[in-house]
């Protein structure tokens, strides 16, 4: 259970706010604050509030929600995912859009999740974060924060003009979903390389209409069951086959993902695929997606994963690793079929393999 409380209100001075916004803060390298050790840690958001005046004279009605114990990004697990989650299903008719302030390095995990949990989204749900605190000179902090809030109140004809889960970071909006963190020590840490940018900030913030994903117009699905009995294995040279047998029989193994060289080149080595099979035929799913940055798993182009759809092995496209995984968990826990989770996992549900 991971508990949360309101810490603070922002209300604007116009009788009728341009729109109403719902902050959900989880800690990360944004609020946090050099300890005794002169090690980073978080800290409460009251204290992030009061270094952002600007809040004050937005034409927003504001309302920030914090984690009563602020957590580092490296310790996220399906609850905070959860908890994230709730608060925006319990709160999602009275507000216009959310941002979620998260650390950066499991971002794009948990923003992917979100991206599964809500099917027919009409609303924005903005990640951001910072790669410097907020309290630091030359942060990041304040920019990603203050344009996460105007993309997720920007409307056009009275709807929202993003209504997507996504990342915003550096001048740059992303598809939740299609977004990776690929570097630590600079400030555009985050790439898409398999689908356009959303959106692109500058003096004006342009829009890139034509590639934001327009839901059918269908009530909202709310999902939370992810099944945490996954594992992803990245493929590396000499690979033994004692190493994929263990791993195969984890007790209690129900998906693989399996990071692949290349367009999802695999060893073809006759104990490998037939690793592969066994665990397949025991009803595990196992997914092959690219290890590059940007790759895209065509099963076949090369002889060495030409037997894999044989072996029940399912290509991922051009699915980004994170996506792969945090889709896994989501069908897995949310259906007992495993052959129904195999159909699912393959077909694009919210723009995160192109079709």
């Not at 729109?19 to 009251?46: C, E, H, N, R, V």
């Amino acid at each position: 259970m991971i508990n949360y409380q309101q810490v603070d209100v922002t209300t604007s001075r116009s009788t009728h706010p341009k729109a109403s916004l719902l902050i959900i803060y989880t800690g990360g390298t944004f609020g946090m604050a050099y300890g005794k050790s002169s090690t980073l840690i978080p800290f409460d958001f009251k204290h992030v509030i009061k270094k952002i005046p600007e809040l004050g004279s937005l034409d927003l009605k504001i309302t920030v929600f914090s984690f009563t114990l602020p957590i580092d990004s490296s310790n996220v697990h399906t609850n905070h995912w959860r908890a994230i989650g709730h608060i925006i299903m319990q709160n999602y008719e009275e507000y216009d859009g959310f941002v979620v302030l998260h650390g950066t390095d499991t971002m794009s995990y948990s923003a992917s999740a979100l991206s599964f949990m809500f099917q027919n989204l009409t609303k924005p749900i903005i990640f951001t974060g910072a790669q410097i605190p907020i309290g630091t000179p030359r942060s990041d902090a304040r920019d990603n924060f203050l344009t996460a809030i105007e993309i997720a109140s920007d409307k056009k004809d009275g709807q929202a003009i993003v209504p997507e889960v996504c990342v915003y970071f550096n001048h740059r909006l992303l598809r939740a979903n299609r977004s990776q963190k690929v570097r630590s020590s600079r400030f555009g840490a985050f790439e898409s390389e398999n689908y356009p940018d959303l959106a692109v900030s500058g003096v004006l913030i342009e829009y890139n209409t034509p590639e934001i994903l327009r839901q059918p117009d269908e009530e909202m699905i709310y999902s939370d069951s992810f099944d945490s009995n996954v594992v992803l294995f990245k493929l590396f040279p000499n690979i033994q086959q004692n190493m994929m047998e263990a791993l195969l029989n984890i007790n209690g193994l129900k998906g693989l993902v399996i990071e692949s060289y290349g367009s999802g080149n695999t060893p073809n080595y006759p104990w490998f695929l037939e690793c592969l099979e066994e665990a397949n035929n025991r009803g595990i799913v196992i997914l092959n997606v690219s290890q590059c940055i940007g790759g895209h798993v065509i099963h076949g182009r090369y002889e060495t994963s030409r037997k894999l759809s044989q072996s029940g092995v399912l290509s991922g496209s051009d699915m980004t690793t994170e996506a792969a995984i945090t889709k896994m968990m989501l069908l897995l826990g949310t259906y007992n079929d495993s052959e129904k989770v195999k159909r699912k996992l393959i077909l694009p549900t919210c723009g995160e393999i192109t079709p």
